[in-house]
Nanobody, 120 residues
Framework: QVQLVESGGGLVQAGGSLRLSCAAS????????MGWYRQAPGKQRELVAS???????NYADSVKGRFTISRDNAKNTVYLQMSSLKPEDTGVYYC??????????????WGQGTQVTVSS
């Protein structure tokens, strides 16, 4: 069973920064696409950023230029550096590990989530 353990959430003032980490207990980490999603109260979970095994990144328009996703395959860890945080960035942030081959999802795992609260 894959475990994804997030850390680094917390309370920060608007304009501040946080770095989230997600450690995966899986040797297949290096070939998976890793992503960060968030869910605000009363809203659906949405993609924040993702990074493929080859390092290609994708960001939600709302975080472009402020957030950076990166991965360290040697440590089985993915990071989300968040800067210039806004109150609308508040939510529970979830780590995701996914492997898709020829359009077929081989596996899709989620972490427990970490709370990020941005005060105005």
């Amino acid at each position: 069973q894959v475990q994804l353990v997030e850390s680094g959430g917390g309370l920060v003032q608007a304009g501040g920064s946080l770095r989230l980490s997600c450690a995966a207990s899986r040797s297949m980490f290096s070939i998976a696409t890793m992503g960060w999603y968030r869910q605000a109260p009363g809203k659906q979970r949405e993609l924040v950023a993702s990074i493929t095994s080859g390092g290609t990144t994708n960001y939600a328009d709302s975080v472009k230029g402020r957030f950076t996703i990166s991965r360290d395959n040697a440590k089985n860890t993915v990071y989300l550096q968040m800067s210039s945080l806004k109150p609308e960035d508040t939510g529970v942030y979830y780590c995701n590990e996914r492997r898709v081959v020829s359009g077929v999802t081989l596996y899709d795992y989620w972490g427990q989530g970490t709370q990020v609260t941005v005060s105005s």
